[in-house]
């Protein structure tokens, strides 16, 4: 079955622009989680969504949100973007959330530069 | 807070050298414990996984047990090869979500 589909790949904007990430889950899967990797911070949490309400939030401004819609798909916005912005942020899906219980399956990412 | 703590990288092996890649954490509940590896170009895959204490996550040779005295889960290989060459992250996650704190990373290098 397809894995976790990330759109777009790879995006270059400015300064003070917006974008938007998509996020195709596992068919069947009803949770979505989106993580922001940068060489300096690592990989770190944004957000969680099940069956289209948030669950969990990371330690991010408000300029990051996100939303899921009732196929599960999800998108995460990012406004006013800053240079440190400029991270490849991975969407994940998994059945039910639970890490602990179902497998956490990682889309390819969608690597953002901005300048 | 809770958190993760790998030794640095790079780990540079020749073929079919035994690894090991430390990992300990730092946990308020009682977390559930993951290996992830990130191949270049590619996000990230579950490597194996170990949910309480004692009990040993394997996958591909790759082993880890879950150590709640000294809590860590230390990551390792008999015999690496080449194509293991990669990004290794430990994580944990409480509360049964899906919300991962990851370690910073452990990049190996494996040379025939």
């Known amino acids: 079955k397809a894995g976790v589909t990330q759109t777009p790949r790879y995006l270059i904007k400015t300064r003070g622009q917006q974008v938007t990430l998509s996020c195709s889950p596992i068919s069947g899967h009803r949770s979505v989680s989106w993580y922001q990797q940068t060489p300096g911070q690592g990989l770190q949490f944004l957000f969680e969504y099940f069956s289209e309400t948030q669950r969990n939030k990371g330690n991010f401004p408000g300029r990051f949100s996100g939303r899921q819609f009732s196929n599960s798909r999800s998108e995460m916005n990012v406004s006013t973007l800053e240079l440190g912005d400029s991270a490849l942020y991975l969407c994940?899906?998994?059945?039910?959330?639970?890490?602990?219980?179902?497998?956490?399956?990682f889309g390819a990412g969608s690597r953002l530069t901005v300048l | 807070g809770d958190s993760v703590t790998q030794m640095e990288g790079p780990v540079t092996l020749s073929e079919e050298a035994f690894l090991t890649i430390n990992c300990t954490y730092t946990a308020t509940g009682y977390p559930s414990l993951f290996w992830y590896v990130q191949y270049p170009g590619e996000g990230l895959q579950l490597l194996l996984k170990?949910?309480?204490?004692?009990d040993k996550g394997s996958n591909k040779g790759f082993e880890a047990t879950y150590r709640k005295e000294t809590t860590s889960f230390h990551l390792e290989k008999g015999s690496v090869q080449v194509s293991d060459s990669a990004v290794y992250f430990c994580?944990?996650?409480?509360?049964?979500?899906?919300?991962?704190?990851f370690g910073t990373g452990t990049r190996l290098q494996v040379f025939p």
């Open positions: 994580a944990l996650t409480l509360y049964n979500t899906d919300k991962l704190i």
């Open positions: 994940a899906s998994s059945l039910d959330g639970g890490a602990g219980a179902n497998v956490l399956t």
């Open positions: 170990a949910t309480k204490a004692d």
